[in-house]
Nanobody, 122 residues
Framework: QVQLVESGGGLVQAGGSLKLSCTAS????????MGWFRQAPGKERESVAV????????WYARSVKERFTISRDNAKNTVYLQMNSLKPEDTAVYYC???????????????WGQGTQVTVSS
């Protein structure tokens, strides 16, 4: 079992920045693929960014590319999502997840955090 705990969400004005963290406990952090997903009210959960265990490969949703950066510190069992130039449409509950497959499909992820709210005001 892997337990994931997100932190760093909050309320920010449009154009601002936030950095989300997700710390894992339980089984070894690696070699899990880590992903950030988000879910806005009334919408399906969507993939935001994914990173391989080595950190050498990353993927971003088109809507966040050039604004968000995913990174990981395997020594600290932590994955990060740096979010810059935030927009009101980025408002959602953000979840981190761990899986064995490098995938953007939420169904490929085995472990999920409880989520952290990000609200961007206009």
């Amino acid at each position: 079992q892997v337990q994931l705990v997100e932190s760093g969400g909050g309320l920010v004005q449009a154009g601002g920045s936030l950095k989300l963290s997700c710390t894992a406990s339980g089984r070894a952090f690696g070699p899990y693929v880590m992903g950030w997903f988000r879910q806005a009210p009334g919408k399906e959960r969507e993939s935001v960014a994914v990173i391989k265990w080595s950190g050498g490969s990353t993927w971003y949703a088109r809507s966040v590319k050039e604004r968000f950066t995913i990174s990981r510190d395997n020594a600290k069992n932590t994955v990060y999502l740096q979010m810059n130039s935030l927009k009101p449409e980025d408002t959602a509950v953000y979840y981190c997840a761990a899986g064995a497959v490098y995938s953007i499909d939420k169904n490929d992820y085995d472990y999920w955090g409880q989520g952290t709210q990000v609200t961007v005001s206009s």
